[in-house]
């Protein structure tokens, strides 16, 4: 069973900064294709960065390209997302999320954590940015 604890979180002014983490453990999960996912209110999730390739692989939204960077550390079982220049439509619940051991193959990384059902969850932070 695999478990993703994100922390992180918070209430910031429009311009501001945030640096989310995620501690990835278990034995069900592969660091190889990870990735954060945000849901707005009355909004539907959506993946906002992906990494991949041993960390040397990146895919970000547009509409966060730029701003925030997506990164693991050395043993690669904690996944970072450094938020910059926050505006208040980045508010929302922010997820971690990792692909199941074994299944990190057959498609892109952000492709797969976007379609398919069966990725690794955490319960998420919240993020708020005020204008």
């Known amino acids: 069973q695999a478990q993703l604890v994100e922390s992180g979180g918070g209430s910031v002014q429009a311009g501001g900064s945030l640096n989310l983490s995620c501690v990835a453990s278990g034995d069900t999960y592969t660091t190889a294709c990870m990735g954060w996912f945000r849901q707005g209110p009355g909004q539907e999730r959506e993946l906002v960065a992906a990494i991949y390739a041993t960390g040397l692989g990146t895919w970000y939204a547009s509409s966060v390209e730029g701003r925030f960077t997506i990164s693991q550390d050395d043993t690669r079982n904690t996944l970072f997302l450094q938020m910059n220049r926050l505006k208040p439509e980045d508010t929302a619940m922010y997820y971690c999320?990792?692909?199941?051991?074994?299944?990190?193959?057959?498609?892109?990384?952000?492709?797969?954590?976007?379609?398919?059902?069966?990725?690794?969850w955490g319960r998420g932070t919240q993020v708020s940015v005020s204008a």
């Open positions: 999320a990792a692909r199941p051991r074994g299944r990190a193959s057959g498609g892109s990384c952000y492709t797969l954590l976007r379609i398919r059902r069966d990725n690794n």
